[in-house]
Nanobody
């Protein structure tokens, strides 16, 4: 089993910053892609940012230039630095990762979600 523990959400004023963290633990041989998704009330879950094991990243157009995703492979942790936050960034943010086991099987895991609220 693998657990993803997220932290760093909260309430911030527009223009402010937050940093989300997601630490993976358990039966992990290797983590492939790690990412952050978000879901606002009444909307579908959407990709915010993703980083593969080699370090390449991709971002949703709505966050390019404001958010930065990074990872620490030694700590099995992914981060999301969010700057210049806007009210439309308000959502529950979910960590996502693909875990490779010792025998080579790959599984997808999700965190429990952390609330980010941006006030205007």
């Amino acid at each position: 089993q693998v657990q993803l523990v997220e932290s760093g959400g909260g309430l911030v004023q527009a223009g402010g910053s937050l940093r989300l963290s997601c630490a993976a633990s358990g039966r992990i041989f290797r983590l492939n892609a790690m990412g952050w998704y978000r879901q606002a009330p009444g909307k579908q879950r959407e990709l915010v940012a993703r980083i593969i094991s080699g370090g390449s990243t991709n971002y949703a157009d709505s966050v390019k230039g404001r958010f930065t995703i990074s990872r620490d492979n030694a700590k099995n942790t992914v981060y999301l630095q969010m700057n210049s936050l806007k009210p439309e960034d308000t959502a529950v943010y979910y960590c996502n990762t693909n875990v490779v086991t010792v025998v080579g099987t790959e599984y997808e895991y999700w965190g429990q979600g952390t609330q980010v609220t941006v006030s205007s």
